[in-house]
């Protein structure tokens, strides 16, 4: 199996950090930043001989001839093969920087320019990439014995410190020692894999020090049977999804049986998020008005500077929920889809909120203000993501737009009104169900009928535009047979 790189952003203790260390740090980045620099300008103004462009329109840069332009060898035995000079010798104009450095800046640099990234033509340039990228032969990582009780940090990464360091006469290069905030996450993850390399960062908004580890990790188990076979002699179900508000999301699994079981109902909420989305936002509000006031008292840029820390500090809370409800999603779809032959299909909430536009019915301020707080498309995004990387094949797993599936009832599909908040009730069959199982339910019964009544040949992705053929679906031995009894 191919292995996939995955990057484990582990924070440096940069309030332990000597001030010597951190002009260290900075020294050693800073001056790597200025070779990647001039590698990017090499490689611009080289460019017709270095790059080429692959058939999806992406650029690669030729690293071999780009060592050609800047690198003498002086140390190959062979005198013929030697290259004595370059046209761009870097190692003029950076001394003490080994082979090895060189090498490394010259990758961070390919990468940026294939990005996308360009020298900038005035000086200074605006952003600087300021970070290093440190191969695994030359950085250490120890995680000291409990007995030796270091109270600043269990972890430690060394790397060999790039800058010169002279003692009696000669040069040599000291070992910089820098404390890691490990937490058991991170200790799991590292576990998984190999490290294959260490880049460090500074990052802007917050002024710290990051280690940006990149792991060659196994991608994840996958849930779903290889073989073809085997999966479509189990029998078929579709699962709905209502993304909601109050409840983050409802499920219901549609299967060939008429009624309903307990098993089958599922919704993913955790209580304990809105309890803390309800405090942020009540600090959040206190800070705005508080820095909203005309306050001469020279207070104001210490307020801004909080409000802003918080706000940064909601933004990851709210995304580390964010997955852990993905998380527990996918968990359920795994366990479905080791019974049943399951496609997945997700409402796409996007039209709701074109309904409750300012000025239309039944819509407060309040409700379009918690409409559009949570993010549906990075909801969708990532669920999407994580169900394809486990080898869930990505026509079962299916965006449909949401409109009018909670104004019908999910048994005879008569449109009903809903004076009642959190339930619908039909008053033809006398039929009550709660509401975003309604919306999950007709979402699950909307994607069937697109294929009993096909109108084209084609169903289209709402969140992605991908088209999916409808002879994926009718290869499935068990959703034919379904369709053609209904
Ligand atoms: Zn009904």
Redesign the pocket.
């Known amino acids: 199996m191919e292995k996939i790189v995955k990057t484990l952003k582990v924070r440096i203790k940069n309030e332990v950090l000597t001030r010597r260390k951190k002009e260290r740090l900075r020294r050693i980045t800073g001056r790597d930043t200025r070779i990647i620099e001039k590698y990017v300008k090499i490689i611009h103004h080289n460019r017709r001989r270095l790059c080429m462009k692959t058939k999806n329109g992406e650029i690669r840069v030729h690293k071999g001839k780009l060592d050609e332009l800047t690198l003498t060898t002086s140390r190959i035995k062979k005198v013929e093969e030697r290259r004595e000079t370059v046209p761009h010798d870097l190692k003029k104009m950076f001394r003490h920087c080994s082979h090895d450095e060189f090498q490394e800046c010259r990758d961070i640099a390919v990468q940026l320019y294939e990005q996308g990234y360009r020298p900038e033509a005035t000086r200074p340039p605006k952003k600087r990439p300021r970070r290093q990228l440190i191969n695994k032969k030359r950085f250490i990582l120890t995680n000291l014995p409990k007995e030796k009780n270091n109270s600043i940090s269990r972890w430690w990464v060394g790397i060999r410190d790039s800058l010169d360091t002279w003692k009696r006469k000669t040069r040599y290069h000291q070992r910089l020692w820098l404390p890691l905030e490990m937490s058991t996450f991170h200790q799991k993850e590292l576990k998984k894999g190999q490290i294959k390399s260490l880049e460090l960062r500074y990052k802007r908004s917050t002024r710290e020090w990051w280690v940006y580890f990149q792991l060659k990790v196994l991608p994840p188990p996958s849930f779903y049977p290889p073989e073809k076979e085997s999966s479509s002699s189990l029998p078929p179900a579709v699962l709905g999804i209502d993304l909601g508000i109050n409840i983050p999301a409802a499920g219901v699994l549609l299967t060939p049986k008429k009624k309903l079981t307990i098993k089958e109902i599922k919704f993913w909420h955790t209580k304990q998020w809105n309890r803390i989305n309800h405090r942020y936002k009540l600090k959040l509000s206190r800070l705005q008005r508080k820095a909203a006031l005309n306050d001469q008292s020279g207070k104001k840029h210490q307020i801004y500077r909080f409000l802003g820390l918080l706000r940064r500090r909601y933004r990851n809370v709210k995304r580390s929920y964010i997955h852990q409800f993905i998380n527990d999603v996918v968990r359920t779809i795994e366990s479905y889809a080791k019974v049943y032959d399951l496609f997945v299909v997700v409402g796409y909430p996007k039209n709701v909120r074109k309904d409750k536009e300012k000025g239309k019915e039944k819509s407060t301020r309040y409700f379009r203000r918690k409409l559009h707080q949570w993010n549906f498309s990075l909801v969708l995004g990532l669920l999407r993501r994580a169900l394809i990387l486990r080898g869930f094949e990505s026509h079962r797993i299916l965006t449909l737009d949401e409109r009018g599936t909670s104004s019908h ?6 449109e ?1 009104s809903r004076p009642v908040r959190g339930l619908v009730h ?1 008053p ?4 009550t169900f709660h509401s975003d199982l309604t919306g999950a339910r007709n979402i699950a019964r909307k994607f069937l009928s697109h294929l009993f009544r096909p109108r084209t040949t084609t169903i289209t992705d709402y969140f992605t535009g991908q088209k999916f053929s409808l002879t994926h679906y009718t290869v499935c031995r068990g959703l034919s047979h379904w369709l053609q009894s209904q």
Not at 409 to 414: E, L, M, V
Not at 428 to 431: E, F, K, W
Request: charged share 15%; net charge positive.
């Open positions: 009832c999910s048994r005879c599909g008569k009903v039909c033809i069959c006398n039929y």
